[in-house]
């Protein structure tokens, strides 16, 4: 897949910001309320999607169907397309963070694998308080 040259706009270095100011993921609508100038929805998802593409963010789906973004560098470690990495979600606050331990994953004859999930539901340790 080609990926388009696209220059830096005030709304990109926003997210990118809200993003690398968290400690765990966000959705897009938790991005949209960072914001501190009005972006349609739609806006947040294309520049997520943008970032994927280009390996500066990741996302998880979580538990409830949403997705949760991650920028590469800062919750997970490196800029890669395969993120081998556990997510926590916790059942009671909802957050979902990337945990730095990693996973083996193995090559499958005759797949080409382009994305892998890893999500594991609890209860964090800021809850169980």
Do not use: W
């Amino acid at each position: 897949m080609e990926i388009k040259k696209t220059r830096n706009t005030e709304k990109q270095n926003l997210v990118k910001e809200i993003l690398s100011k968290s400690e765990h993921t966000l959705s897009a609508d938790d991005i949209m309320l960072a914001m501190p100038i009005k972006v349609n929805k739609t806006t947040i998802y294309r520049i997520l999607d943008r970032f994927a593409e280009k390996g500066e963010v990741h996302f998880i789906t979580g538990k409830n169907g949403k997705a949760y973004y991650a920028l590469c560098g800062n919750s997970c470690g490196t800029s890669h397309k395969i993120h081998n990495h556990i997510h926590f979600e916790c059942q009671v606050c909802n957050e979902v963070t990337c945990q730095p331990n990693t996973l083996h994953i193995p090559a499958l004859e005759g797949f080409t694998i382009q994305e892998t999930q890893f999500l594991v539901i609890g209860i964090c340790n800021k809850c169980k308080k």
